[in-house]
């Protein structure tokens, strides 16, 4: 019987899936958001709310917690410098789950794992410089035709 056996395994060893969620969390804390199944995401909320939580108190013993399970260190000093102090007065509820489409390749629901407060920035237009079409010179002597 599986009475309060809670853990999603998504068809991986403990080992693997260990490495595959710190591995997604890291990616969360650089990119601010990550694509992946909907399985994937809710595992992976969980490592990084708890990982936010640690890297609230910021203590060392809790650095050194976080990076035990992130296997990071650039992750571990973005996610104590840049994402805790933006959820100081947040208890919980760090991360959302936004899902998309279908995967064409095997129908897998996909799903966005992102910040709530770190709102990815839509894509401004770039401001283009007029094309310059003066013709580059070329020495008067090299154009000779007979």
Not at 82 to 100: H, L, Q, S, W
């Amino acid at each position: 019987m599986r009475h309060l056996k809670r853990t999603a395994k998504l068809g991986r060893t403990s080992e693997h899936r260990n490495a595959m969620l710190a591995n997604l969390v890291c990616s969360l804390i650089k990119h601010k958001r990550v694509t992946t199944t909907v399985a994937k995401a809710r595992a992976a909320r969980s490592v990084a709310e708890k990982m936010v939580t640690l890297g609230k108190k910021g203590a060392i013993h809790h650095r050194r917690l976080a990076a035990a399970r992130l296997h990071q260190e650039d992750a571990v000093k973005i996610l104590f410098k840049e994402i805790a102090p933006a959820f100081k007065d947040r208890n919980g509820g760090y991360t959302r789950i936004v899902k998309m489409n279908q995967r064409q390749g095997d129908s897998a629901q996909r799903a966005i794992l992102e910040w709530v407060e770190f709102i990815a920035p839509e894509a401004a237009p770039a401001e283009s410089k007029p094309a310059e079409t003066a013709v580059p010179e070329t020495k008067s002597g090299a154009d000779k035709t007979s």
